[in-house]
């Protein structure tokens, strides 16, 4: 009886969404494209996750190769390198999601006090440019910075007479270059997402504000950023659930891969790269992408959870 009821159930639920998808043809055929990205390239290749518990071998491909269990899992967590990479992934995107959202809300709050279009639309064009530098070209121009021999930052210190500095066998500086980059490159382009949210926000609240002598740091705290909760909830969200995901770009071209610095410049998806390319582990790579994906999976329900206990209405789902 009780299956009975489910499978009715289920057919009530199915044809209810047909028929969504149906009325809502044109939006649907629009969103057709990115479902079937998304298919491509996220849902078949999770096939790939048994890798996790194998002893891949080559020769016997995928289905082939003996099932090792977990070893892989106790290879990566016995090894020096897990306290390393784990380390410096939270702790840069802890760093990168503060002060991306703090820089990038204040950024849009300044965007917001001009008034003319020009201006606007140059600032817009400028603030969005870097995102859509690679981090290739980057890594050229530190390289060009930070070059012992010609680099532009040590002839300026020998020019003020200083000593000539390491800069790629020093890891002290590293961790300010890497922030600074990645901000650089990302705040303006969050700061855009902020801005349409403001933009968003209803003129008469700020008249009624004005009415009962709110100024403009009173509006900024009791009207701007309270109706921007929603947008700086959901991606807040969005960023938590990276928190285990480094960019791998930043953290592979910036630094120039240099092996002297891996103890502050190697993240998770460097690791998996280098065990994948030079080292040639398919099983413990698979290992750590699969560790990788679970606890961001986790980040985000958690997180969701946390906001929707606080403000429901903020909430992702």
């Not at 518990?53 to 967590?77: H, Q, R, T």
């Not at 200083?162 to 002290?172: L, P, Q, V």
């Amino acid at each position: 009886m009780k299956k009975e009821k489910k499978e009715n159930g289920f057919r009530t639920e199915w044809k209810k969404r047909r028929k969504t998808f149906i009325k809502n043809g044109e939006l649907s055929l629009l969103a057709l494209p990115t479902i079937i990205w998304v298919v491509i390239f996220s849902y078949i290749p999770m096939f790939s996750i048994i890798l996790a518990f194998k002893d891949y071998n080559s020769m016997k491909g995928v289905f082939g190769s003996e099932w090792n269990g977990l070893d892989n899992f106790k290879f990566l967590f016995s090894s020096n390198d897990a306290a390393i990479i784990i380390r410096n992934t939270v702790l840069y995107n802890l760093a990168f999601v503060i002060l991306a959202t703090a820089i990038s809300i204040i950024i849009a709050l300044l965007l917001e006090t001009i008034t003319k279009k020009f201006f606007i639309k140059l600032y817009q064009t400028v603030l969005m440019l870097p995102h859509f530098v690679s981090w290739v070209v980057v890594g050229f121009v530190m390289m060009g910075l930070f070059n012992y021999e010609n680099g532009v930052a040590n002839n300026l210190i020998s020019a003020l007479g200083g000593d000539k500095a390491m800069w790629y066998s020093t890891t002290k500086p590293w961790p300010y270059i890497i922030t600074s980059s990645y901000l650089w490159k990302q705040v303006g382009y969050q700061a855009l997402f902020y801005y349409g949210a403001i933009l968003a926000i209803d003129d008469s609240l700020y008249e009624a504000g004005k009415i009962d002598g709110a100024n403009k740091i009173q509006e900024i705290f009791y009207i701007t950023l309270p109706m921007m909760r929603t947008t700086i909830c959901t991606l807040l969200i969005v960023s938590i659930g990276s928190m285990m995901r480094g960019d791998f770009g930043l953290f592979y071209y910036v630094p120039n891969n240099m092996g002297s610095l891996y103890q502050v410049t190697d993240v998770i998806d460097t690791y998996i790269y280098r065990m994948m390319r030079v080292v040639g582990n398919v099983g413990v790579s698979s290992a750590v992408t699969l560790f990788q994906s679970v606890v961001g999976f986790i980040l985000v329900l958690v997180s969701n959870a946390v906001i929707k206990k606080l403000d429901s209405d903020s909430a992702m789902f």
